[in-house]
């Protein structure tokens, strides 16, 4: 999987631990972004629902959480792969846009990008194999980039690793079911039936994916939109309606507490930290309104994101700010039936903050 804000890898383990033990056999990821947490909940046996926005995020729940493993093809996905990989380099938009007029991959692996991606689109289009390939080039893709792991700028120097060769990889599949739904959290909600266990993490501050991460979807559409900008963001990002509640303090915390109050699910695990515009008490009211018996915060302490240590700088690269804090307290809260809530955090003691009842 490619680096990510947000990224839950770190609480895979626990999140994992909490599906198994709440004996849930279905799973809802409303903003499954790279999917880590929807994977975790297929290996658990629940069958799950991956939903996102992003089209880059879609094509990864229908790679990783929509399809069985029993049900692929491996000699014809390796076959095709190995096709792919050897295919010489064929500068393109991509070339131009991400590493003439912006640097973040090397011109060599540009042109092998242009290549592959022209040739998913005219061979494997209607295939099963085409969300794996697509999915393969974006994580290959990732692992020759020159960033700190976001697209809103590149590197002044080239990152070491961006001198390596492009190479299409295996994605690593899950058997069982899931389904994967591309479309905004706020209408998915009501066209979704009901789970037994509804996972949220949505966005929490100003920091948008669909600007964080535009390469992503670029390539995955392949529309060669216009861009602006020194990081060539597309132009889209300007309108309406690629722009989040989520991502407006004014708005977020109705917004969210909206998404709760029409959620039809039994058990309720949401992932939030301390510099989220919702408070713990504020988000522990409102799920205690909305009928939950118990409700339960786990405490974790973990590392913020890489780009923190680096400090605040200009958009000429200036620094022009100090780091605050590089640790943040992450918290997940559990909510739902007294007997399930404590069925599920058993054995996570030592990091109940707190637990309330309605």
């Not at 975790?40 to 629940?46: A, D, P, V």
């Not at 069985?68 to 190995?82: F, G, K, P, V, Y």
């Amino acid at each position: 999987m490619f680096k990510y804000i947000g990224s839950k890898r770190v609480f895979i383990p626990t999140l994992g631990t909490l599906a198994q033990q709440s004996e849930a056999k279905s799973a809802v990821d409303l903003f499954t972004g790279t999917t880590r947490v929807a994977q975790e909940f297929k290996r658990q046996g629940l069958v799950t629902t991956a939903c996102d926005i992003a089209t880059y995020s879609h094509v990864l729940a229908q790679t990783y959480v929509a399809t069985d493993s029993a049900e692929i093809n491996e000699d014809e996905l390796r076959t095709a792969l190995q096709k792919l990989n050897e295919l010489p380099g064929d500068p393109g938009y991509f070339t131009e846009t991400f590493c003439q007029r912006s640097r973040f991959f090397q011109p060599k692996n540009g042109a092998r990008i242009d290549a592959i991606r022209n040739q998913i689109e005219t061979e494997y289009k209607e295939s099963q194999l085409y969300p794996l390939l697509l999915t393969s080039l974006m994580e290959a893709a990732d692992r020759v980039d020159s960033t700190i792991g976001v697209q809103m700028a590149y590197l002044k120097q080239w990152a070491p690793r961006s001198y390596n060769d492009l190479e299409m990889r295996m994605p690593v599949l899950t058997p069982g079911k899931g389904q994967a739904v591309l479309g905004d959290a706020m209408q998915v909600i009501d066209e979704l039936p009901p789970t037994e266990l509804l996972y949220l993490d949505p966005p929490y501050n100003q920091h948008r994916y669909y600007t964080n991460y535009h390469i992503w979807e670029t390539l995955v559409r392949w529309d060669e939109p216009e861009v602006y900008g020194v990081a060539c963001k597309r132009v889209d990002a300007k309108e309406a309606e690629t722009k989040s509640v989520f991502n407006y303090k004014r708005t977020m915390k109705d917004a969210f507490f909206d998404l709760l109050t029409r959620a039809k699910a039994g058990l309720v695990v949401i992932s939030y930290n301390n510099e989220s515009w919702i408070s713990a008490a504020q988000m522990r009211d409102h799920l205690l309104e909305i009928g939950c018996e118990s409700v339960v915060s786990l405490g974790f302490e973990h590392t913020r994101y890489v780009g923190a240590k680096t400090g605040i700088h200009s958009p000429t690269g200036q620094k022009v700010g100090s780091v605050s804090h590089t640790k943040n307290m992450e918290w997940v809260f559990v909510a739902g039936s007294r007997a399930q809530v404590s069925a599920t955090v058993r054995g996570f003691e030592e990091n109940v903050l707190r637990e309330f009842s309605g």
